[in-house]
Nanobody
Framework: QVQLVESGGGLVQAGGSLRLSCAASGRTFSSYAMGWFRQAPGKEREFVAAIRWSGGSTIYATYADSVKGRFTISRDNAKNTVYPQMNSLKPEDTAVYYC???????????????WGQGTQVTVSS
Protein backbone atom coordinates (compact mmCIF):
# COMPACT_ATOMS: atom_id res chain seq x y z
CA GLN A 1 0.00 0.00 0.00
CA VAL A 2 1.21 3.52 -0.73
CA GLN A 3 0.21 6.70 1.08
CA LEU A 4 -0.30 9.88 -0.96
CA VAL A 5 -0.33 13.52 0.09
CA GLU A 6 -1.23 16.29 -2.36
CA SER A 7 -0.20 19.92 -2.06
CA GLY A 8 0.07 23.06 -4.15
CA GLY A 9 -3.57 23.90 -4.66
CA GLY A 10 -4.93 27.41 -4.30
CA LEU A 11 -6.59 30.36 -5.98
CA VAL A 12 -5.34 31.59 -9.34
CA GLN A 13 -6.67 33.90 -12.03
CA ALA A 14 -7.68 32.58 -15.41
CA GLY A 15 -4.65 32.24 -17.63
CA GLY A 16 -2.37 31.60 -14.69
CA SER A 17 -0.43 28.54 -13.62
CA LEU A 18 -0.15 26.20 -10.68
CA ARG A 19 2.04 23.22 -9.94
CA LEU A 20 0.59 20.53 -7.75
CA SER A 21 2.63 17.91 -5.95
CA CYS A 22 1.86 14.40 -4.81
CA ALA A 23 4.29 12.86 -2.37
CA ALA A 24 4.16 9.11 -1.97
CA SER A 25 5.39 6.91 0.83
CA GLY A 26 5.27 3.22 1.36
CA ARG A 27 6.19 0.70 -1.27
CA THR A 28 8.55 1.34 -4.18
CA PHE A 29 7.32 4.48 -5.87
CA SER A 30 8.77 3.74 -9.29
CA SER A 31 6.73 0.55 -9.63
CA TYR A 32 3.43 2.43 -9.63
CA ALA A 33 1.50 4.24 -12.26
CA MET A 34 0.42 7.64 -10.95
CA GLY A 35 -2.75 9.40 -11.90
CA TRP A 36 -4.54 12.66 -11.32
CA PHE A 37 -8.29 13.06 -11.25
CA ARG A 38 -10.53 16.00 -10.38
CA GLN A 39 -14.02 16.61 -9.12
CA ALA A 40 -15.86 19.86 -9.66
CA PRO A 41 -18.85 20.84 -7.51
CA GLY A 42 -21.91 18.89 -8.51
CA LYS A 43 -20.01 16.74 -11.00
CA GLU A 44 -18.52 13.27 -11.03
CA ARG A 45 -14.81 12.77 -10.61
CA GLU A 46 -13.01 12.78 -13.95
CA PHE A 47 -9.61 11.74 -15.29
CA VAL A 48 -6.95 14.42 -15.78
CA ALA A 49 -3.62 12.68 -16.47
CA ALA A 50 -1.58 9.58 -15.71
CA ILE A 51 2.06 8.62 -15.94
CA ARG A 52 4.18 5.51 -15.53
CA TRP A 53 7.84 4.76 -15.51
CA SER A 54 8.74 2.43 -18.34
CA GLY A 55 12.34 1.36 -17.87
CA GLY A 56 15.38 3.64 -18.09
CA SER A 57 14.31 7.20 -18.78
CA THR A 58 11.23 6.31 -20.78
CA ILE A 59 8.05 7.76 -19.39
CA TYR A 60 4.53 7.15 -20.62
CA ALA A 61 1.98 9.88 -19.99
CA THR A 62 -1.61 10.30 -21.07
CA TYR A 63 -3.93 13.30 -20.70
CA ALA A 64 -7.60 14.09 -20.89
CA ASP A 65 -8.52 16.06 -24.00
CA SER A 66 -9.70 18.95 -21.82
CA VAL A 67 -6.19 19.53 -20.44
CA LYS A 68 -3.99 18.33 -23.31
CA GLY A 69 -1.49 21.01 -24.27
CA ARG A 70 -2.01 22.91 -21.01
CA PHE A 71 -1.11 20.37 -18.32
CA THR A 72 2.15 18.44 -18.10
CA ILE A 73 2.74 15.67 -15.61
CA SER A 74 6.19 14.62 -14.51
CA ARG A 75 7.62 12.49 -11.75
CA ASP A 76 10.78 12.44 -9.66
CA ASN A 77 11.37 8.90 -8.47
CA ALA A 78 14.21 9.99 -6.19
CA LYS A 79 11.77 12.24 -4.31
CA ASN A 80 8.81 9.87 -4.62
CA THR A 81 6.82 12.77 -6.01
CA VAL A 82 4.70 13.44 -9.07
CA TYR A 83 4.06 16.97 -10.35
CA PRO A 84 1.25 18.15 -12.60
CA GLN A 85 2.16 21.54 -14.05
CA MET A 86 -1.06 23.32 -14.95
CA ASN A 87 -0.82 26.26 -17.35
CA SER A 88 -3.38 28.49 -19.06
CA LEU A 89 -5.88 27.67 -16.36
CA LYS A 90 -9.57 28.23 -17.00
CA PRO A 91 -12.48 28.69 -14.59
CA GLU A 92 -13.73 25.25 -15.66
CA ASP A 93 -10.54 23.75 -14.21
CA THR A 94 -11.85 24.60 -10.74
CA ALA A 95 -12.10 21.35 -8.80
CA VAL A 96 -10.64 19.23 -6.05
CA TYR A 97 -7.66 17.45 -7.56
CA TYR A 98 -6.79 13.93 -6.42
CA CYS A 99 -3.58 11.99 -6.79
CA UNK A 100 -3.79 8.23 -7.19
CA UNK A 101 -1.39 5.29 -7.44
CA UNK A 102 -2.10 2.06 -9.23
CA UNK A 103 -1.05 -0.64 -11.61
CA UNK A 104 -1.76 1.00 -14.95
CA UNK A 105 -1.62 4.55 -16.34
CA UNK A 106 -5.16 4.69 -17.68
CA UNK A 107 -8.19 6.98 -17.34
CA UNK A 108 -10.03 4.36 -15.27
CA UNK A 109 -10.39 5.00 -11.56
CA UNK A 110 -10.56 1.26 -10.94
CA UNK A 111 -6.92 0.92 -12.03
CA UNK A 112 -5.85 3.05 -9.06
CA UNK A 113 -5.96 1.48 -5.60
CA UNK A 114 -4.51 4.29 -3.46
CA TRP A 115 -5.83 7.84 -3.30
CA GLY A 116 -4.81 11.09 -1.65
CA GLN A 117 -7.11 13.41 0.25
CA GLY A 118 -7.36 15.98 -2.53
CA THR A 119 -6.31 19.60 -2.95
CA GLN A 120 -8.57 22.46 -4.01
CA VAL A 121 -7.81 24.44 -7.14
CA THR A 122 -9.92 27.52 -7.81
CA VAL A 123 -9.58 29.52 -11.01
CA SER A 124 -11.23 32.94 -11.01
CA SER A 125 -12.43 34.64 -14.17
Amino acid sequence: QVQLVESGGGLVQAGGSLRLSCAASGRTFSSYAMGWFRQAPGKEREFVAAIRWSGGSTIYATYADSVKGRFTISRDNAKNTVYPQMNSLKPEDTAVYYCAAGSRATPRETDFASWGQGTQVTVSS
